[in-house]
T-cell receptor, first 111, second 109 residues
Framework: DAKTTQPTSMDCAEGRAANLPCNHS???????VYWYRQIHSQGPQYIIH???NNETNEMASLIITEDRKSSTLILPHATLRDTAVYYC????????????FGTGTRLTIIP | NAGVTQTPKFQVLKTGQSMTLQCAQD?????MYWYRQDPGMGLRLIYY???????DKGEVPNGYNVSRLNKREFSLRLESAAPSQTSVYFC????????FGQGTRLTVV
């Protein structure tokens, strides 16, 4: 039973903002939203996480709706190197839980 | 500070052979994980360990065994390799966000 739902694929023009949506309507009160990405055949890389407030770091911004049932990862100025599969996951903070990945969104940055 | 280190990076096995994939982390994380990723597919959890001395099955545990040797090390063993186990294997560890190794590319012929 998937905890998150993401579009299978998206395209974005180079230099534009890439907005990747994620639905997590069954999220629990103690679960955080985490985003990872996997570039080609490398190991996944952590991007950002949040509980209910919007978060920003050097890589991306995370916008979580007030009801916490969905979120959007924003890459503000997409480059070709941002082409990757992006995974949205919900997990308790400091969670020693089964950490499973869905199929993610394949983001392609178009030159 | 090496993060998560996997050995070997590449391996070719014959059907029926056994081998152990090694994983070590130097971040003092409690949780460690083993995943497999088939070409064009997502990550599937094989086994995980929430703390030293405990292991639990993931989504696809059949054909594999694991050992959490100590807090640093979590190994994955294939007792009798099959062609269906040809895949890229990733180890990860976490306290909060997860950190992944570079992967082991295993081919079973």
């Amino acid at each position: 039973d998937a905890k998150t739902t993401q579009p299978t694929s998206m395209d974005c023009a180079e230099g534009r903002a890439a907005n990747l949506p994620c639905n997590h309507s069954t999220i629990s009160g103690n679960e955080y939203v985490y985003w990872y990405r996997q570039i080609h055949s490398q190991g996944p890389q952590y991007i950002i996480h949040g509980l209910k407030n919007n978060e920003t770091n050097e890589m991306a911004s995370l916008i979580i709706t007030e009801d916490r049932k969905s979120s959007t990862l924003i890459l503000p100025h997409a480059t070709l190197r941002d082409t990757a599969v992006y995974y949205c996951i919900v997990n308790p903070d400091f969670g020693n839980e089964k950490l499973t990945f869905g199929t993610g969104t394949r983001l392609t940055i178009i030159p | 500070n090496a993060g998560v280190t996997q050995t070997p990076k590449f391996q070719v096995l014959k059907t029926g052979q056994s081998m152990t994939l090694q994983c070590a982390q130097d971040m003092n994380h409690n949780s460690m994980y083993w995943y497999r990723q088939d070409p064009g597919m997502g990550l599937r959890l094989i086994y995980y360990s929430a703390s030293e001395g405990t292991t639990d099955k993931g989504e696809v545990p059949n054909g594999y065994n694991v050992s959490r040797l100590n807090k640093r090390e979590f190994s994955l063993r294939l007792e009798s390799a099959a062609p269906s186990q040809t895949s890229v294997y990733f180890c990860a560890s976490s306290r909060r966000e997860a950190f992944f190794g570079q992967g082991t590319r295993l081919t079973v012929v």
